[in-house]
């Protein structure tokens, strides 16, 4: 059974930064790709950034310059690293297995002076 765990949310200025973690149980993490996406309030859910096995990534334009992902492969965790954030990155941000079809449970991200 494979399980996603992310922590690492919580309420930030803007400007502020956070750095989001997902820990993922089961074997393969290593060849698995892994996303971040969020859902804010009355909105669909959206892209965020992808990380391939190899390392390769791909980010929304929203967030590029601002955002990082990156991955442990000897701590099966995948993160999210948040600079510059804004108001508008207020959201739950969920972990996705993207090989499995696999999601966490969400973190609530919090922008707001």
């Known amino acids: 059974q494979v399980q996603l765990v992310e922590s690492g949310g919580g309420l930030v200025q803007p400007g502020g930064s956070l750095r989001l973690s997902c820990e993922v149980s089961?074997?393969?993490?290593?060849?698995?790709?892994m996303g971040w996406y969020r859902q804010a309030p009355g909105k669909q859910r959206e892209f965020v950034a992808d990380?391939?096995?190899?390392?390769?990534?791909n980010y929304a334009d929203s967030v590029k310059g601002r955002f990082t992902i990156s991955r442990d492969n000897a701590k099966n965790t995948v993160y999210l690293q948040m600079n510059s954030l804004k108001p508008e990155d207020t959201a739950v941000y969920y972990c996705?297995?993207?090989?499995?079809?696999?999601w966490g449970q969400g973190t609530q991200v919090t922008v707001s002076s």
């Open positions: 996705h297995d993207l090989r499995r079809d696999y």
């Open positions: 990380i391939g096995s190899s390392g390769n990534t």
């Open positions: 089961g074997i393969g993490f290593s060849y698995t790709a």
